[in-house]
């Protein structure tokens, strides 16, 4: 099994999209690494882009997506894969994609309180928290 931690900032407005099962909220998601060039050892910057899906089954709530703005800072657990497509220019587009498993809001953007959402979206979701395998487990 793989998992991938990222901590970066999102990079537009979530959207919810539905699917025959369940709501996919989409966003991107920039990293930044910050590192000193070897060859001029001038300080450079390199940002990674991830397309992120948050799945929901139906009926779950996808409150989570009216805090996911521009500049909201995220750690976010998932899975890692790749996707490859050819855009309407006819160019081969490949990129860095995570499926969450846990997200958790770092930071906040201006004018809205990081701690409080957080608390509402982690009170709104132990509703949602029994799922259909939980009574598979041994405790």
């Known amino acids: 099994m793989q998992q991938l931690i990222i901590v970066g ?5 979530a959207e919810v999209r539905q699917a025959p099962n369940g709501q996919a909220i989409g966003f991107s998601v920039a990293v930044n690494e910050t590192y000193k060039d070897k060859a001029t050892g001038e300080k450079q910057e390199k940002t990674t882009w ?3 899906t948050l799945w929901k089954k139906l009926g779950e709530s996808t409150k989570v997506a009216e805090y996911l703005k521009p500049g909201q800072t995220v750690a976010i657990t998932g899975r890692a894969y790749a996707d490859a497509y050819v855009n309407k ?3 081969a587009v490949a990129e860095q994609c995570v499926r969450v498993e846990r997200l958790e809001l770092v930071g906040s953007p201006k004018g809205q309180s990081g ?17 259909e395998d939980d009574d598979d487990l041994p405790f």
Do not use: P
Request: charged share 40%.
């Open 9 to 13: 900032n999102v990079g537009k407005q």
């Open 115 to 131: 701690a409080a959402a957080q608390e509402e979206i982690a009170a709104e979701d132990r509703i949602h928290l029994k799922r």
């Open 89 to 91: 220019e006819g160019k």
């Open 50 to 52: 991830y397309k992120v």
